[in-house]
């Protein structure tokens, strides 16, 4: 089989594009891991929308051989026959005609989206109409039947907005530039209009959007009057349903990332925000983050359709925890107190009005969310609950919390409710009090889940500001709907293992063939040298949560490092298990071993919280070639696995030579979350091959994810180069070096002193 592709393919790209064509001819489930730098986005490109077309001609073909005549029937009259060949001509010629009348409706799309971004920046086009053939009718009513036109449908997913950026760029690199795409985000990535970016929260960019569309006229006369002159001043300029269904047009007329989709719609005026979603109908590849696929309220949102679909989620390594935190929430006290006191003033001032049937429907709500108020004011420990255990506990167990959910969501009243002055209330309305009504009712919701499906956790706060939270204990059931409409569903990542727990918690259910798909990578075995380390310079490495205590252990970090980077050229990046561990070894670190890196490399330290990590970054990049005519050759950087350095960013050739990885990052095995969720597993799934239970399974993966995703982030392409130090005895065991990624893994080299490793890195880099 036979793929375009931009350059001569590697072996092992080839064989992920067949298994990824074949795992989509199938219907079935794909599992790929391809380590990062060995093309992974390019290969799922090329073959998917190989697929993509071949499909789609095959299709074509078997509509074609149905409406061509077969031969006479001998049997039939010759005027039956004749009959037969004319309504099958007509059927032809009347499909060709509405698949060219759609293609002429969306070119007049594009041309009115292109004049009216022309006419508002003042200037004119003379040969516009020259570029788009008219047909005899130019009216944008005829639209409307193309919402029956569902294409063949990818949808790629992927964690965050910079990723689904970089697979936009591959697919303009790729021979499929022409495919029809839109790019899915929230509000805070979209929207052009600046009295909704102005706001800080995107609970109020959302309200604020919502109230300037519905402020929107539906008049189109030229002449108004002063008064709805006045009234127009507070809709949203750049909405409207002209505008934004010609704009979609000239979305899908070239592939665009985030970026080129939000400068078109600041020159055309448009909101960039409404467009991408109406142009999802006709669109060939969807692109959007996790949540807005891996939650069924977010699909029906966004009219994702997910029907003989395929869906494509990439960075796929986490997506166990993704679902579970997707399905979770979070409710504060002084928010509840908040909204029941809203809700009363709305009973008070519209009951007269109501029916008595919603007048019952909203005294229920307003008496449920007073319970719930009530119960987080008191609550005087940090309890967690079954799902019947704290309804009991709330007294919400009598209700039918679902109809009240239905009713929220029918009548819209978590919108009504915001139209009431919040100062009648006699409290502060926070900024997620705004929208809080929502999330009360998506609470309720979980509520209605089965009892072994998830937990409720009451957190007292040393001040007033209590919490509850739903945590979703079962992943599979929300992953189910993908599985059972979708035509076939790719999962793939750098590091998928390990495949078994994906297997799992994600797919016992499915009836769909399963392909896993795992390669090695493309860079020749000289050109990487991991390590493991075992004892530093006095002590035995074991970076636990009691060794990181121990300020000897943390010291034990500033003499590797210092003897690492006497060996190595250009950058060196540590990542230690936490942030408070990277704090404590600043201070630990003594002025000695701080001036002896520093001679060699430039140091940077990651900070909690920190809002200038590109800042840090850029200094880092501009010190990894190091000082000339000094001993200062490059850059030290010191992070946090599980941080946003750990994760999608490239430390590739000179950025990143040596990776340092101190100490493993197990969670904190006291978190009753992280204790009731192993014991779901427990109880849920069967013992491993080696005996482990399940929860101490996951409880180990979970760690051992988060440090190869930092692994990952060198050797970025088959010309890089770089060592992998993992610090901690631990890693010598069976148990932990078993779970590191295979093309590491058969490559890794035990090392019991730091002057043998220091000899080994140095021989390494000596040979370059």
């Known amino acids: 089989m036979e793929f375009k592709f931009p350059f001569e393919p590697y072996p092992v790209q080839s064989d992920f594009m067949r298994a990824l064509y074949q795992t989509l001819d199938n219907k079935g489930v794909g599992i790929f891991e391809s380590p990062t730098g060995t093309g992974k986005s390019l290969s799922i490109i090329c073959s998917a929308l190989k697929w993509l077309r071949d499909q789609q001609k095959r299709e074509e073909d078997e509509k074609k051989e149905n409406m061509t005549p077969k031969p006479s029937d001998n049997s039939e009259p010759d005027w039956v026959n004749e009959q037969y060949h004319e309504q099958k001509v007509r059927q032809r010629e009347s499909e060709e005609a509405e698949k060219c009348e759609k293609d002429a409706r969306r070119k007049r799309r594009i041309l009115r989206s292109r004049k009216r971004a022309k006419k508002e920046s003042g200037t004119r086009s003379d040969d516009d109409e020259e570029n788009v053939r008219f047909s005899s009718s130019d009216d944008s009513a005829g639209d409307e039947g193309d919402e029956d036109y569902r294409p063949l449908k990818i949808y790629y997913c992927s964690r965050t907005h910079s990723q689904l950026s970089q697979f936009v760029h ?42 300037l569309r519905k402020a929107v006229s539906k008049k189109k006369d030229d002449e108004e009057d002063e008064e709805e002159k006045k009234r127009k001043k507070g809709r949203c300029e750049f909405y409207g349903a002209g505008k934004v269904r010609d704009f979609s047009a000239h979305i899908l007329s070239e592939v665009q990332d985030i970026e080129g989709v939000v400068g078109a719609g600041e020159e055309a005026m448009t909101c960039p925000y409404y467009s991408t979603r109406v142009a999802v109908p006709e669109a060939e590849v969807v692109l959007l983050p996790y949540n807005m696929i891996l939650h069924g309220d977010q699909r029906r949102a966004l009219n994702v359709k997910l029907r003989d679909a395929v869906v494509v989620i990439d960075e796929a390594h986490n997506l166990i925890e993704t679902i579970n935190e997707v399905h979770s929430c979070t409710l504060r006290a002084p928010d509840c107190t908040t909204t029941h006191k809203k809700l009363s003033i709305y009973l008070r001032r519209v009951k007269a009005r109501l029916k008595p049937e919603n007048l019952l429907r909203v005294k229920q709500i307003l008496h449920c969310v007073g319970l719930l108020s009530s119960f987080l004011r008191a ?65 309720f919701l979980s509520l209605t889940h089965a009892n072994s499906a998830g937990r409720v956790l009451v957190v007292k706060d040393d001040g007033v500001d209590h ?27 750098g590091t998928m293992e390990p495949i078994e727990e994906v297997k799992q918690q994600l797919l016992t259910r499915t009836d769909k063939q399963i392909n896993v798909f795992s390669c090695g990578h493309v860079i020749p075995p000289r050109n990487i040298l991991p390590l493991t380390l075992s004892r530093g310079k006095n002590l035995d490495l074991n970076f636990s949560f009691e060794g990181r205590k121990n300020k000897g252990m943390l010291q034990e970090i500033g003499y ?157 392409h088959i010309g890089d180069y770089a060592t992998i130090l993992l610090l901690d005895k631990r890693y010598s065991t069976g148990r932990i070096s078993s779970k590191l990624p295979g093309w590491i893994r058969q490559h890794v080299k035990h090392s019991e002193t730091l002057p043998d490793t220091r000899s080994k890195i140095q021989s390494f880099f000596k040979d370059r």
């Not at 978590?414 to 809080?436: E, H, L």
């Not at 919490?467 to 990542?493: H, K, M, Q, T």
Request: hydrophobic residues 35%.
């Open 170 to 211: 591959e697919i303009r690199k790729s021979p499929y530039g022409d495919v029809k795409l839109t790019i899915l985000g929230s509000r805070t990535n979209l929207c052009i209009n600046p009295a909704v970016t102005q706001l800080k929260s995107n609970y109020l960019m959302n309200e604020r959007c919502l109230e």
């Open 467 to 493: 919490f509850v939270r739903y945590i979703s204990l079962n992943c599979e059931d929300p992953f189910l709907p993908l599985l059972r409409d979708c035509r076939a569903v790719i999962l793939a990542g």
């Open 379 to 443: 609550a005087t420990t940090t309890k967690l609950y079954t799902i019947g255990d704290f309804q009991g506990a709330a007294q919400l167990g009598d209700l039918n919390l679902f109809e009240l959910v239905e009713y929220i969501r029918d009548s819209h009243l978590s919108q009504k409710i915001q139209g009431y002055n919040d100062q009648d209330a006699g409290v502060v309305v926070t900024v997620q009090c705004r929208s809080i009504l929502a999330d009360i009712s998506t609470f």
């Open 560 to 716: 590797i490092l210092l003897d690492v980077c006497q060996v190595t050229p250009g950058g060196v990046v540590c990542f230690l298990p936490s942030y408070q561990c990277l704090q404590d070894t600043r201070a630990a670190l003594d002025r000695t071993i701080l001036d002896g890196i520093s001679r060699y490399k430039t140091m940077f330290w990651d900070e909690a919280g920190c809002k200038n990590t590109d800042g840090i970054l850029e200094q880092y990049s501009k010190r990894v070639e190091g000082r000339p005519g000094t001993s200062n050759t490059g850059a030290l950087l010191l992070s946090v696995v599980g941080g946003r350095m750990s994760e999608g960013i490239n430390f590739s050739d000179d950025m990143g030579r040596c990776v340092v990885v101190v100490g493993l990052p197990f969670a904190n095995p006291s978190d009753p979350v992280l204790q009731e969720k192993m014991r779901y597993l427990d109880s849920t799934l069967e013992k491993g091959p080696d005996g482990q239970s399940p929860g101490q399974q996951y409880y180990t993966n979970r760690c051992m994810k988060s440090v190869n995703q930092a692994i990952g982030r060198a050797i970025r």
